[in-house]
C-alpha cells in the first residue's frame, strides 16, 4: 500500500482539462511542456504550430529516405506504401473489434462472415438505383493479352 501512488493532487502547469459539468465522467488532460504558440515567421504552408520544431523536420526526411529505399526494393510507389502502413492498426466496424493487423483481421473467419453475408443489402439497395452507363467490354482472352505483351 505504501509504494502505491494516490491519485490526488494538483496538475503541474502549463495544462488543459476539460470536464463534463454533470461531473458524470471522467476528465480528460492535456500536459505539455510548452502550449502552442502561432509562429507568424514560418513558411506557407507550413502549419503555424509547426514552429522550432527542427527534430519533427529530421523525422519527416528519415521517412522519406525509408520510402526511397523501400522503392529501391519493391519498385513500389510510396504512396501506397505509406498509406498501407498507416492503415495496419484499426477499429473494424462490421465485427465491432479492435484489430491489431489489417490484413490478418481482413482474413479472419468473424470478417469473411460479415463480408459474405446478407448485410450490405443497404448498400445494393442504393446501387441498384444508380444507372450503368459506362461501356462494357468483354473479359480479355488469354491470347489476345499474349499477343498485346510481344508488341
Ligand atoms: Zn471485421
Redesign the pocket.
Known amino acids: 500500500i505504501g509504494t502505491q501512488k494516490t491519485r490526488t493532487g494538483r496538475l503541474k502547469k502549463p495544462f488543459v482539462k476539460v470536464e463534463d459539468v454533470s461531473q458524470l465522467y471522467r476528465p480528460f488532460y492535456l500536459q505539455m511542456t510548452n502550449m502552442p504558440f502561432i509562429n507568424y515567421s514560418i513558411q506557407k504552408p507550413c502549419s503555424p504550430y509547426d514552429a522550432d520544431k527542427p527534430s519533427s523536420i529530421q523525422k519527416q526526411t528519415q521517412v522519406k529516405l525509408r520510402i526511397q529505399t523501400d522503392i529501391d526494393k519493391y519498385g513500389g510507389p510510396p504512396v501506397q506504401l505509406q498509406l498501407k502502413e498507416k492503415k495496419k492498426k484499426g477499429y473494424?466496424?462490421?465485427?465491432l473489434?479492435k484489430?491489431e493487423d489489417l490484413e490478418t483481421?481482413?482474413l479472419?473467419e468473424?470478417?469473411r462472415n460479415?463480408?459474405q453475408s446478407n448485410q450490405y443489402q443497404v448498400v445494393d439497395d442504393i446501387v441498384s438505383k444508380l444507372v450503368f452507363d459506362f461501356v462494357e467490354y468483354e473479359r480479355d482472352t488469354p491470347k489476345k493479352k499474349r499477343i498485346k505483351y510481344s508488341v
Open positions: 473494424c466496424e462490421c465485427c473489434q484489430y483481421h481482413l479472419s468473424q470478417h460479415f463480408a
